[in-house]
């Protein structure tokens, strides 16, 4: 099969388009026949390195898979061959309690498929079956492979960490992204105005179409006098906050008496300052995120094939054409979802 496969950390030349085995199937693995696969950020650090992290090369990228199943472990009873599925891309260790729980994303052993196992960088790839879910009809396999990871992550930072309801403001910083388009979008689902930040007229656009209500363009503007304005100096409810340095302080300051900050990364950047008299005088909350359970994307996938939810794709690639797409990414370029197709 062809792969495209890291064999050691650097720029996109890294990246390494050539042929191996199919891989061989567990008894509670699913081999999938690979329709479509998307990017994600964590692809760039993996294949860039992170000097914290230690990752087992060479290893093929790509958490977000959707495909076919072609092969099915002895112990996988839940799934057929010729079935079209959506993988859920965390794997925790299966034993412990917050796995038993159901809160995977909880346990100590936590990561993502395409950085501690092969991905979806290929034409085949071999999963745990207890992450296969049946992919919606009303979906393209590049559509199916849109949602997961930043779904999911959307999901667990807004409805289960921040809670929010409807009626109440909620900022989303750079829209553009695909966590960011999944945020306006659950935010607008649970009842809230939302308000997008992006860096031009046109990812603006395309967020109001999303369901932003208001929108402001950070390249021309300063986001925190205009969440001011259009909050009549109240602030926002909740902060969307994915981006790190580059936001931090204004975020925190955009919050309304007794507001919520919720965040699952650094794009910018990962060191932040915290004004302690500004989170315990005006009773602010700050919440950690990352990724969600699996229970969480069957709980998204309902809304998906109700068409309340929906995946938002830039553009798509073949496989071979891989730099060019971690380019795009990289230069952050795209609206929605990058995806590759074998």
């Known amino acids: 099969m062809k792969a495209v496969r890291v064999y050691e950390h650097g720029d996109v030349d890294k990246l390494i388009h050539e042929e191996i085995e199919i891989p061989r199937v567990g008894p509670n693995e699913v081999l999938i026949q690979v329709k479509a696969c998307a990017l994600n950020h964590i692809d760039l650090w993996v294949r860039e390195g992170l000097p914290t992290m230690k990752f087992p090369l060479p290893l093929i990228l790509g958490a977000d898979i959707a495909g076919i199943v072609a092969e099915v472990g002895e112990v996988v009873h839940h799934l057929n061959i010729g079935d079209a599925v959506v993988v859920s891309p965390g794997v925790g260790c299966g034993h412990c309690q917050m796995c038993l729980w159901g809160q995977d994303h909880l346990c100590r052993e936590y990561r993502v498929i395409g950085e501690i196992r092969d991905g979806g960088y290929a034409e085949y790839t071999a999963v745990p079956g207890n992450n296969v879910v049946p992919m919606p009809t009303n979906l393209s396999f590049e559509e199916a492979a849109g949602i997961p990871l930043v779904f999911i992550t959307a999901w667990n930072m807004l409805i289960n960490k921040a809670k929010v309801k409807a009626g109440e403001d909620v900022l989303i910083l750079a829209a553009g992204s695909g966590v960011g388009s999944a945020g306006v979008q659950i935010a607008k ?154």
């Not at 794709?313 to 971690?326: Q, S």
């Open 189 to 342: 689902f649970a009842g809230a105005r939302v308000i997008a930040t992006a860096g031009s007229d046109e990812k603006l656009a395309r967020a109001r179409e999303l369901g932003a209500d208001e929108v402001i363009n950070y390249s021309r503007v300063d986001f925190l006098q205009e969440v001011k304005r259009l909050t009549h100096r109240k602030g926002v409810e909740v902060v969307f906050e994915h981006t790190g340095e580059a936001t931090w302080e204004k975020s925190f300051l955009a919050l309304a008496r007794g507001g919520r900050l919720v965040t699952c990364g650094g794009t910018t950047g990962p060191i932040v300052n915290i004004d302690l008299r500004h989170l315990f005088y005006r009773q602010l909350s700050i919440f950690g995120s990352t990724m969600g359970s699996r229970g969480d994307l069957v709980e998204i996938l309902k809304f998906v094939r109700t068409g309340q939810l929906r995946p938002v794709i830039d553009e798509v690639f073949p496989l071979k054409e891989v730099a060019k797409a971690h380019l795009r990414l990289l230069e952050r370029k795209q609206f929605g979802k990058l995806v590759l197709v074998p």
